[in-house]
């Protein structure tokens, strides 16, 4: 009878833990999905028409949970002014709004984590925060000039950050786009083999 309750109580944590996974799966499917959307969409692509046309969606590295950390989040003192250079020799103005301090494969890393000033006065952007970043990728698996991800205020003292979530700058597909520079700040000395990749 003992062996027949620790089997099942043994089935149930397992059937959770499928769960989760699949949830957390699906998360990533959807992210990817609706940035691929957007690619088709004439009003947000990059793209010129005919790439559009011939668009099949974008080469993503295989779903691993492992890039998806919660970090411990210090938030910085409002004035914490920041000029960004871009790939048009230009300044876009940002916050440094708060620091992201998390382990990975065995290491620390710091990351610094961005508020625009043009998209925090912007009802759907007022909570929006901006992760530029370089990798040891860059360059061969994923776009030279780093990847982003976009992220939101957090209520408490650690942020999520899911590199599974890494997209392109538009500078990747098309010219005439001024892309913030990820700051060297920002460059993690590691293989981060997550997100979207070149093909």
Sequence with gaps: MKAIVIFSLLLIGLSHGLIAQNNYQATILEFQH???EEFKNP?????TKKEQDEFKGHDFY???KKYHVI??????PP???????????SLKDYDIYGVATFEFGGKEYQLHIYQSH????QEKYKDYLFLPFTDLTNGTDTYGGGRYMGLSIPEGNTIE??????YNPYCAYAAGYACPIPPKENDLPVKIEA????K
């Design 79 to 89: 004035q914490s002014f920041f000029q960004m250079k871009t790939t048009a020799n």
């Design 34 to 36: 609706e940035l691929n």
């Design 195 to 198: 997100g979207v990749r070149m």
């Design 161 to 166: 950050l899911d590199f599974n979530k890494a």
């Design 71 to 76: 970090a411990k989040f210090e938030k910085l």
């Design 43 to 47: 009003k947000e692509s990059p793209l």
């Design 118 to 121: 043009q998209l925090r006065t």
């Design 62 to 64: 295989p779903i691993n």
